[in-house]
């Protein structure tokens, strides 16, 4: 496809049912980012992956939350007993390049139009 | 403790107008922001960057001006048009290798005719 595309688009769990999110990346990309963006706020960084390696899942709230990506393309962000906390819009995001290196600079990301989560 | 700060939750401009929106941040690590606008039900989308080594960037209709010594960015929309209502996030990376974004909570721009 030509853009990041995710599904469902809506999600309504009622507290205590496990949940899976799919993101279906630009394909080719090597980066890939979940990001959790609550009512009135701004996005907030849950995990990254380059490639199928998970390198980094220092935002995820906690260990109800797990994230996958065994191929390197296509991702799974799942939530188990889900909470009313957890009702958030979950955005996925792709890039082409992985690490930047010592010398810095950016690769841009591209967002998906987002999993809003209703939890009751 | 939020590192990338928009303290303007909204903004009401004329159309033909200067939008001027603006984003402070906190941590010094930080060489590359960026801005992004949102549409309701849609994902944010990039609109213009600019690196620490710079102090102005400009892209068209948008500039954004960085100001390192007061941790201030600001986006400034000329003119501005009723299809620039949405709302602009500001984000800032810090050189981790990965680019890991740290947002702003936004400010929603209305522009009407």
């Known amino acids: 496809g030509a853009g990041v595309s995710q599904s469902p688009r809506y999600k309504v769990a009622k507290r205590g049912q496990d949940v899976a999110l799919r993101c279906d990346p630009i394909s080719g990309h090597v980066s890939l980012f979940w990001y959790q963006q609550a009512l009135g706020q701004g996005p907030e960084f849950l995990t990254y992956?380059?490639?199928?390696?998970?390198?980094?899942k220092s935002g995820l709230p906690s260990d109800r939350f797990f994230a996958e990506r065994p191929e390197g393309s296509v991702s799974t962000l799942k939530i188990q007993r889900t909470q009313q906390e957890d009702s958030a819009v979950y955005l996925c995001a792709s890039s082409l390049f992985g690490m930047i290196g010592l010398a810095g600079g950016y690769s841009e990301q591209f967002f998906g139009p987002g999993t809003r989560l209703t939890v009751l | 403790d939020q590192q990338v700060k928009q303290n303007s939750p909204s903004l009401s401009v004329q159309e033909g107008r200067i939008s001027i929106l603006n984003c402070d941040y906190t941590?010094?690590?930080?060489?590359?922001f960026l801005w992004y606008k949102k549409y309701p039900a849609e994902g944010p989308t990039f609109l213009i960057s600019?690196?620490?080594?710079?102090d102005k960037n400009e892209d068209g209709r948008f500039t954004v001006f960085l100001n390192k010594s007061a941790k201030h960015l600001s986006l400034h929309i000329v003119p501005s048009q009723p299809g620039d209502s949405a709302v602009y996030f500001c984000?800032?990376?810090?050189?981790?290798?990965?680019?890991?974004?740290?947002f702003g909570k936004g400010t929603m721009l209305l522009v009407s005719p």
């Open positions: 600019i690196s620490s080594i710079k």
């Open positions: 941590n010094s690590m930080f060489d590359y």
């Open positions: 992956f380059q490639n199928e390696a998970q390198l980094d």
């Open positions: 984000a800032a990376a810090s050189p981790s290798g990965y680019s890991t974004l740290t």
